[in-house]
């Protein structure tokens, strides 16, 4: 019954196949070969069945991610364009005073690009560097198009004085190869200064920092805030029997089933100002009608709204680890003296500290990304780091600028994914 | 949970205030979602109970808003309510196309996720599976990574997915993902194979190989083994994925936002639309409707739950 194809085969095996001391198959080949072959075709099966999924998120999710990573350091706009005075920046060092032979490079590129219609994308590039400039270059080409004549930085600086700025020719060097790291000093608000060297921006220009800031810090808030709900509402549905916790648990799981937009509408029309809270205030004469509280469209709008929302994240998988937890520990420490405060701290509490690490990080994690609910109800002080990537790509249309803080928040997102993989293991998240 | 005999009297209150915390915590989480439905019903296009709603005057509620939701975008609302008026609302009301929307393109990227993420779950349950962990992370990585991230993502490679193949110096045009249907169908198979993967799995984490084995020791080839056996057990597992699945297509916005045209309105969309422009009432009404939605899902997947434990024989503790 046993043959090569059988998976099986190799721990079917005879009294009489055995020779010269080691163990073999019905069909005579040794055991161990038989099984490490068995083994890879099982390996291979498995990996056959995973395959067709593997692809499928290789295609569609991590190579349009790595792809659009890539424009946060290479733009190739003004290079590919302008393929003169790029190789002028390429022969002369940084410093080097713009001579004849740049600003003949320069006037043919601006023609050839003209007459090409690429100039845009070539103002365009230069204008994330130093705002301002796209139009400098559009006016220029259209000039440039009607006929230029030597000698050319008389011309060029004719047409448009600012072609002498210092600014200008520094940013044209950066961008003179297509790979760049302006994009990331951009969002760490550093720039260039003209003579190469990385400084801060303006003072009222450094926004991406404090945004990145305000994201973590609010993400941390709002894990703190679900802590402190979640916990004790854990605790309850863990302790109580199962009879009475299963019809509880269903006011913990339909806001979690609930659409996303559903919740935050509702948040919308409780919190604003002539909205449902307001009125019960007013009603109650904690506050005078025409002090009604501003908590949305603000940072207060967008805590609340957000600890709602991934409250269900923080009580699921405390609620999953304190179903584990044997009471009689604390009884032992409770008949031993404890108080009840000390049997809390000292024996109960250190054996939720799984479900509270897998919590607290899948909410920290959701949180740092989340886009729609700020969107709505955050105003201009709720905005996180996300809200400014979709203003970048929608309204700026400045992609590479989206990119490289995408790259930023997508590289923190990973370090703590990978810190969930390592504490509490992927296979143990659970869904309700 | 009850207070122990020799609890003091100060723990004795404590445990009372406890109780009470947990109710407000309880009564938090749920207020606002019921909240919107009376509100629903308001006569008047305002967010906030009407004095005469209150008083729970007739007067003061109406079903105006769900009516809007029908000849919002028609032709002729106004026309008498015959054949030709619902054949009008059936076509060209802008909530019901978002409704006929949702409702396609969350089926098809259900059905491709579910396919693919219960064959991977399988393999990935196998104990001989290579590189287990690293694949599994991937796999789940689009529920972890921002949606903003992935939706930008998503943006460029399907304004012309071919762009990929330069990479392999050549230069091929084909069309666009970005605006179609096939587009949306397979962001969201994307976003919904985590949870297919979770849930499968954890099904599959109690299941008992040696039953797979007897099977195959009484004569059923590969094929018979899993429909007869194994798939008949793993089903509740199945079919909650694949709800969790429909579940994050019909609530998705934001890839929705990036990649789908003008055609493929959803439902999500139209909210986002109305919330954003100016928001009435109706916006409650869908709302409403929606969480009677998740209301119908979720019982669903608790039954399911609860059978998937029962015929696995693992009793509920």
């Not at chain 1, 733009?75 to 005073?97: C, L």
């Not at chain 1, 994009?183 to 009222?204: H, K, M, N, P």
């Not at chain 1, 409250?311 to 998988?317: G, K, S, T, Y």
């Not at chain 2, 198979?189 to 099904?203: E, Q, S």
């Amino acid at each position: 019954m046993a043959n090569a194809l059988d998976p099986h085969a190799a721990i079917v095996t005879t009294a009489s196949g055995e020779t010269d001391g080691t163990l073999t198959t019905a069909d005579g080949k040794p055991l161990s070969r038989a099984l490490a072959r068995s083994q890879r075709r099982a390996k291979r099966r498995a990996f056959l069945l995973v395959l067709p999924l593997l692809a499928f998120i290789l295609i569609t999710f991590v190579v349009p991610i790595g792809q659009m990573l890539q424009r946060s350091f290479y733009n190739d706009g003004f290079s590919a364009n302008m393929p003169q005075i790029s190789q002028w920046f390429a022969e002369n060092p940084r410093g080097t005073d713009p001579d004849e032979a740049a600003w003949t490079a320069l006037a043919n590129d601006l023609q050839v690009s003209a007459e090409a219609r690429t100039i845009g994308v070539v103002g365009t590039r230069i204008n994330y560097d130093v705002p301002g400039t796209r139009s400098l270059f559009t006016s220029t080409g259209r000039k440039v198009r009607r006929g230029i004549e030597p000698p050319y930085d008389q011309a060029l600086l004719e047409m448009d004085e600012d072609w002498g700025s210092s600014t200008l020719w520094a940013a044209m060097r950066d961008a003179s190869t297509p790979y760049t790291g302006n994009f990331y000093l951009a969002s760490l608000d550093r720039t260039r200064a003209d003579d190469g060297s990385i400084q801060q921006v303006e003072e009222r220009q450094r926004v991406y920092v404090m945004l990145f800031m305000r994201t973590f810090w609010l993400s941390l808030l709002i894990t703190g805030l679900t802590f402190l709900l979640g916990f004790p509402v854990a605790h309850l549905l863990a302790t109580l029997p199962m009879r009475k916790s299963n019809l509880l648990m269903i006011l913990v799981l339909l806001p979690f089933w609930t659409s996303l937009l559903v919740r935050t509408t509702s948040w919308m029309v409780l919190l604003q100002q002539q909205g449902v809270i307001n009125d019960i205030l007013v009603w109650l004469g904690v506050i005078g009608g025409s002090g009604r509280l501003q908590m949305i469209y603000n940072q207060t709008g967008t805590i609340i709204a957000m600890t709602h929302i991934l409250l269900p994240f923080m009580i699921l998988p405390l609620y999953s680890v304190m179903r584990t937890i044997n009471p009689s520990y604390v009884r032992a420490a409770r008949s031993l003296g404890a108080t009840s405060w000390t049997a809390f701290r000292r024996i109960y509490f250190p054996q939720t500290l799984p479900g509270l690490g897998a919590g607290a990080l899948l909410v920290f994690i959701l949180a740092v990304g989340y886009y729609i609910t700020p969107a709505l109800v955050g105003g201009s002080s709720g905005q996180l780091i996300s809200n400014m990537i979709a203003m970048h790509m929608t309204d700026t249309l400045n992609w590479s600028m989206a990119a490289a803080l995408a790259a930023l928040l997508l590289a923190s997102v990973l370090i703590l994914y990978w810190l969930y993989d390592r504490m509490v293991g992927i296979d143990n998240l659970k869904l309700g | 949970m009850a207070v122990p005999t020799y609890a003091t009297p100060l723990e004795r209150s404590w445990h009372y205030a406890y109780l009470v915390i947990c109710g407000l915590i309880f009564f938090f989480l749920i207020a606002p979602i019921v909240v919107i439905i009376p509100l629903s019903f308001n006569a008047e296009p305002y967010f906030t109970f009407t004095d005469r709603m209150l008083e729970f005057d007739p007067e003061g509620y109406s079903m105006r808003w769900y009516d809007s939701l029908l000849t919002f975008g028609m032709l002729s609302p106004d026309a008498p309510r015959d054949a030709s008026w619902w054949a009008d609302a059936w076509a060209n009301a802008k909530w019901v196309n978002a409704a006929k929307n949702s409702i396609i393109i969350g089926f098809f990227s259900t059905v491709l996720a579910t396919v693919l993420g219960t064959l991977a779950a399988l393999g990935l349950s196998r104990p001989e599976m290579p590189f287990r962990r690293a694949i599994m992370a991937t796999l789940i990585s689009p529920m972890i990574v921002p949606l903003i991230i992935t939706a930008t993502g998503m943006f460029f490679f399907y304004s012309n997915p071919c762009e990929l193949l330069t990479l392999f110096g050549l230069d091929p045009q084909c069309g666009r993902l970005a605006g179609t249907y096939l587009g949306v169908v397979l962001a969201h198979a994307t976003l919904g194979i985590p949870f297919v993967i979770i849930t499968v799995t954890a099904t599959l984490v109690g299941f008992d190989q040696s039953l797979n084995r007897a099977a195959a020791s009484l004569g059923a080839n590969p094929r018979t083994t899993f429909f007869r056996i194994t798939m008949p057990l793993i089903l509740p597992g199945v079919i909650s994925g694949a709800l969790f699945a429909f579940v994050t297509s019909f609530d998705e916005v934001v890839a929705v936002l990036f990649i789908a045209g003008p055609d493929q309105q959803t439902i999500p969309r139209q909210m986002w639309n109305g919330i954003r422009e100016q928001i009435s009432p109706a916006i409650l009404a869908v709302a409403t409707l929606l969480v009677i939605f998740s209301i119908a899902l979720l019982t669903t997947v608790e039954l399911l739950r609860r059978r998937s434990e029962r015929i696995r024989g693992i009793t509920p503790h």
